[in-house]
């Protein structure tokens, strides 16, 4: 199977699944701090890990309506924007470090079941939550 047909058979697996995770890293996965989530993978990229070029899938997480403390949160991120490139380095918040982590886990294992071993890497996030508070 070549790796556009990967792509669109997770793809429409995913496009059905919303994930519940904690937003932030040492706290506990309580109701008011997780965040719920989609994924969708973008694309494949080349890109350095350890010394050596290796080909990533890239993918995109839209933040969905959550708590309403995380709703509230959320919006702010953006900068009243409704989406933000991520970069694989740089000043990154811890959220969206955590958001990347827990993300890259999730659909790390589910392309286990497609036996797919190759790296992930979050490149985008879209925001689909309320207007930050002013």
């Known amino acids: 199977m070549n790796n556009e047909k990967i792509i669109e058979k997770v793809n429409k697996y995913l496009n059905s699944k919303i994930f519940e995770m904690p937003a932030f890293y040492g706290l506990p996965s309580d109701q008011n701090f997780n965040i719920n989530i989609k994924i969708r993978i973008i694309g494949q990229k080349d890109m350095i890990s350890v010394g050596d070029w290796k080909e990533f899938y890239t993918y995109e997480v839209t933040i969905l309506p959550s708590s309403e403390f995380m709703n509230n949160i959320i919006p702010n991120l953006f900068n009243g924007k409704t989406s933000m490139d991520v970069k694989s380095h740089g000043n990154k918040s811890s959220m969206i470090e955590?958001?990347?982590?827990?993300?890259?886990?999730?659909?790390?294992?589910?392309?286990?079941?497609?036996?797919?071993?190759?790296?992930?890497i979050l490149?985008?996030?879209?925001?689909?939550?309320?207007?930050?508070?002013?």
């Open 98 to 120: 955590s958001i990347a982590a827990r993300s890259a886990v999730v659909l790390h294992n589910l392309l286990d079941n497609f036996s797919i071993t190759q790296p992930v």
């Open 123 to 134: 490149t985008k996030l879209i925001n689909k939550v309320n207007e930050p508070i002013r």
